[in-house]
């Protein structure tokens, strides 16, 4: 009897756990994650593009002064949630059905790139894919200056004990899903170091320019940022998305669109912004850099005739034609004699091929490699000898050369 | 016997889902405040979904925010009640609810965020 007795004790508490656990609050009615509970309020995702330049000056990560100014930030807006201790189970945080970050989770913090942090901060729950997820966590943007917002992050990053600065060279995990995806794509061209000198690099466009990118130097040929400047990363995020158009040999003829670099315009945008963290963290540049300046990039005027005459003559007195030939066939006097930085020979572009401009055929595009220039290239950086309004002459003018180029110029401007 | 043991388990099941299923912590932006009615209306986001939540205070049912401790020695955060027309609309609130009926009830109300 009292063995039945147990059985039946047993047995009811075993069915009483197995109830309590199909019965658990619906997904529907808790905005909660429980995986992302889990993993400590983290959701690996790259930062966006308005975000993707923010790199935290190297020194301050480790600077006591800032560390000092983040405790005192911390302990005002964001330990009543994260806790005193970082460790995400302050008050008001553990009712919280998705779980504030947990900062002594050393994993989970040297995967979290500087960027994103910021972002995080900056925005709080309010962006996807937090806000479906149901974060509580207030955007500090309005209320915390970009200093301020660098500070605190400091001192959050001294709980997870890691004593350096947060950077991809001392968390390689940070750009890891980058690096399989430019294993996978970008070192048949670019090499395993970024160097450009993959094994197919040689037979794209074999002894002639262009040669794949060496991602280590600060030469980047497609940039909205001034002569000499490292690009910015929608720059990056733009050659990647459009590829390279250019005339290549035998291993670029499956190519869509006279392209020597493919467009990857097809792999989720996530992907890509990913394999671009990856390779910025091949070139300290772009994490020293303390911000990233961008030449402006004026309103497109109204294209008229009197604006094509104008653009006709600077491009004569610019000695574009010495180069790009009077008619802009790419067959100056110049042309045969053209050499990029490698002493390798470089076509001038033929300007009655819009569909064949390197860095975009709209206007915005033609005007922005106007400003730049093209580096590693002859085709110079016009940003310091021409005023904006003559630089929109000579776009206009340019693409006038050819019908899709007026076409372009037209819808742009109408 | 085995009479005994289905009743108990079918009682038990009937307990788990009634204390279980039917709990679920919500966050989210103070969208009104009815005092009258003890009711805080919330906007919760879940599943990708936002949606407006009716939640009916409890009699007896508390708010509270959290502040760092007055006294000399103490660091940590104490609760501070509230009075419900202390809650702003923009608050972000954190409650635990329980369905009853067709309506969401919490004795419980946490400010996360004053703004």
Redesign the interface.
Known sequence: MRS?ALM?LV??GA??AL??W???????????DKDHEDKGGHAHVPAPLEYADAHMPLGAWTDPAMIARGKEIY?VRC???HG?AGDGK????V????KPSDFRDKAGVAEMRDNYWFWRVSEGGQVEPF????S?M?PWKGELSVQDRWAVMTYQHTFSGHQGPHVPSEHPESVAVGRDIYVMACVPCHGVDGKGDGTVAATLSPRRAPQPRDLTTAEFKFRSTPSGHLPATADLFRTVTEGVRGPGGLMTLGLRGYRIMPSFRHMPEAQRLEVIEYVKSLNAGFRERSEVKLVSLPAAPPVTPERIARGKKLYADAECLACHGERGRGDGPSAPTLKDNRELPIAATDLTRPERFKSGARPEDVYRTLMTGLAGTPMPSYGDSLEPDQSWDLVYYVLSLSRAGRRRAGAATN | ?AR??SG??MA??M???V??????????IVKAVDTAKQTVTLE??????TRQVVVHLKPGARVV??V?AAEPGK???V?QQLALTDVRPGW?V???TK?EGDREVAELV????E?
């Open positions: 039945r039946l047995g009811s069915f009483l109830a309590l199909i019965a658990r609050p619906p997904a529907s009615l808790a905005n909660g302990a330990a009543v949630c005193d302050g008050p008001a945080g009712a919280l059905p998705l806000r479906s997820k149901g509580a207030p | 016997m005994i043991l108990v388990m038990m099941l307990l788990a889902i204390v279980a299923a039917d709990e679920a912590a919500i966050s989210g919760s986001t879940s599943g990708g979904k925010k959290f760092r660091t940590g955060f609760e972000v954190s409650v635990e369905h946490k400010v996360v965020l703004r």
